[in-house]
């Protein structure tokens, strides 16, 4: 079952202590390209020989585009 969903997206929560700082350091730098606070900032990760990439997207502002990510009566 997933973590949450609305009628946009479905997602899967995953926690822990502490993320990568090259990670974190990623999101920080593409975040910082959107002074203007015009376009979404995303970071795209690929790995060798993957088909694709994943694309992540702090939640903030995820939700400044598309809205509150948690249904508010369940």
């Known amino acids: 079952m997933a973590d949450f969903h609305t009628d946009l997206v479905v997602g899967e929560v995953k926690s822990r202590a502490n993320l990568p700082k090259w990670l974190t350091d990623a999101m920080n730098q ?19 020989g993957m088909r694709g990439f994943l694309v992540v997207i702090h939640s903030s502002d995820f939700e400044a585009y598309f809205g509150d990510l948690i249904d508010k009566e369940g």
């Open 30 to 48: 593409v975040r910082s390209y959107n002074l203007m606070g015009n376009r979404l900032p995303i970071l795209c990760l690929k790995e060798r």
